[in-house]
């Protein structure tokens, strides 16, 4: 760590300690980015049933669609914080917000669910430039470690905005156009973002950084998507023999990838970063939150659609409690934080999140819409409280000048955890959805497409006789409610145990004060 922390000599004119008087009107451009990624993860489950509806896609398919986005971000989040470090975090983020708008096009307008996942998959790879580089730019932006956590709580805060703007907004379109719309929604967004980014936004980068180790960002590539892989086919399909390959495969890529940081003078991702209690603390905090959510949410979309059949712009304003609690948990997160302690927070976020999807267990059909909202208002209370948090924990841990790999790890662990929650938890209300009883007579191929998701089974029911198919969707329908009633038990047991994990590391954490850091050993 010290190699770098004491290059103040920027060339940059970003790392002398005065602030900048453009710095808020920077950060209002910047929480675009983090706007747009909030909307494009909630329209996407929004949408979920009408892509399943005109595309056709498999379960599997369907789940590639969902999680695809996340395994390849979650794979190059470390390699591209790390290059933004190096040729410039704000030519790194105007680069891949043209990118991320070129490929929302080509997802708007997939034509098969094969087009539709590389087009989640090149979005992806757009993606990972935008969350690492904007929290970095933060991080050189605001001096004062007071100042950068309120920073750091309104970028939370409109991620949590684009969330809850994301369903209503979804919904709208949804009930107006077809279902590209959600993704060309991103369009103008990213050409605002790019023609005043480009004038408002300081350019940053570390002044020493050493050349960017190609092999590294390989193998951090193969590696998290391979082990993400082996696990997602595990829990849909049990375990096989021919999933070893993947999984040694990531594994050994992964270490490989670890023993070289330690070796390289110049390392994508300072592994001594990890003897911190309080780093290591934070980032598998947000691993295991995720993982305990986005699998669950996932599925609620559907839930709110399919099983209590509300409109798609309905679906959107029962999720708004959510992302309100999350916008104002998020904006309060730094002062509580001070107030009482990191730990306290962190600990309390995690706990009423936890408790909440304790609460979900008993989900059904005729849950009302009250019960529906104090559940999700709670989940974004605790959220907002946690992710902000463990943010601001992260980047008052490093140095400005490696600001982009630290961030790197921050939403590394956010989309590993939600690939690796769509994949646990999705497969766990899938694999219950799939073990629905038939009413005698219904034709073996409409039962295997019925069986296959619930969009499936809404369509067959469709076509049957009217007795029949309404037997078979309430079925089905039953099941389903069956998984996310189980997903959610398992999803609290991860948020509760994570809480007890979150109080013992990160003990005496601070956020960061003047002239420090923030270290804790």
Do not use: C
């Not at 986005?69 to 470390?78: E, M, N, P, R, T």
């Not at 050493?210 to 082996?230: E, R």
């Not at 890529?253 to 994508?268: G, H, I, N, T």
Request: proline letters at 5%; aromatic letters at 6%.
């Amino acid at each position: 760590m010290s190699r770098n922390s004491a290059s103040g000599a920027d060339a940059s004119a970003d790392t002398d300690d005065h602030p900048r008087p453009e710095r808020w009107l920077a950060l209002a451009i910047l929480v675009l980015a983090v706007l747009l990624v909030g909307v494009d993860v909630t329209v996407l489950g929004l949408a979920t049933p009408f892509i399943s509806e005109d595309l056709r896609p498999s379960g599997t398919q369907l789940l590639w669609i969902g999680d695809i986005y996340s395994f390849v971000i979650a794979g190059l989040l470390v390699s591209m914080g790390s290059l933004g470090d190096r040729i410039g975090r704000k030519k790194l983020l105007l680069t891949g917000s043209a990118a991320f708008g070129a490929t929302s096009v080509m997802a708007a307008y997939a034509t098969s669910p094969e087009m539709m996942i590389g087009a989640r998959a090149l979005m992806g790879a757009a993606g990972a430039t935008l969350m690492p580089s904007t929290l970095a730019l933060i991080r050189n932006l605001f001096h004062d470690p007071r100042e950068r956590s309120r920073a750091v709580g309104i970028w939370g805060a409109m991620a949590s905005a684009g969330t809850a703007v994301g369903p209503v907004l979804g919904g709208f379109l949804l009930g107006h156009f077809w279902w590209g719309s959600v993704f060309l929604i991103n369009v103008p967004v990213m050409v605002v973002l790019v023609v005043v980014g480009a004038k408002v936004i300081p350019e940053s980068r570390n002044p020493q950084p050493g050349p960017w180790d190609i092999p590294s960002a390989a193998l951090s590539l193969v590696g998290v998507i391979a082990v993400v892989y082996a696990i997602k086919e595990a829990a849909a399909h049990g375990l096989h023999w021919n999933l070893a390959v993947p999984a040694a495969a990531g594994v050994l890529a992964l270490l490989v990838f670890v023993r070289r940081q330690y070796a390289l003078e110049s390392p994508l991702i300072d592994m001594k970063l990890f003897h911190h209690r309080g780093f290591t603390g934070a980032a598998l905090a947000d691993l295991l939150t995720i993982l305990g959510l986005s699998g669950l949410v996932f599925f609620l979309s559907q839930f709110l659609q399919m099983v209590q059949m509300r409109p798609p712009l309905n679906a959107g304003l029962t999720e708004l409690p959510a992302a309100v609690g999350a916008v104002g948990a998020g904006l309060a997160a730094g002062y509580a934080a001070r107030r009482l302690s990191v730990r306290i927070v962190v600990t309390g976020g995690l706990t009423i999140v936890g408790l909440s999807l304790a609460g979900s267990v008993g989900l059904h059909a005729d849950t009302g819409i009250i019960e529906l909202g104090v559940i999700f208002f709670a989940v974004g209370i605790g959220a907002g409280l946690s992710f902000t948090v463990t943010a601001d924990v992260i980047l008052s841990s490093v140095p400005k000048d490696e600001a982009g790999a630290a961030s790197a790890v921050s939403e590394t662990a956010y989309e590993l955890g939600a690939a690796l929650g769509i994949a646990l938890l999705g497969s766990i209300v899938t694999g219950i959805y799939r073990g629905f009883p038939a009413p005698p007579g219904v034709p073996e191929s409409a039962l295997a497409t019925a069986r296959e998701s619930l969009g499936g089974a809404l369509d067959v029911s469709q076509n049957l006789p009217p007795a029949q198919g309404e037997q078979l969707l309430k079925n089905a329908q039953d099941s389903f409610v069956n998984g996310i009633d189980v997903a959610a038990g398992v999803g609290a047991a991860v948020l509760l145990a994570t809480a007890v994990g979150a109080w013992f590391l990160l003990r005496d954490q601070e956020l960061g004060t003047s002239g420090s850091h923030g270290h804790t050993s």
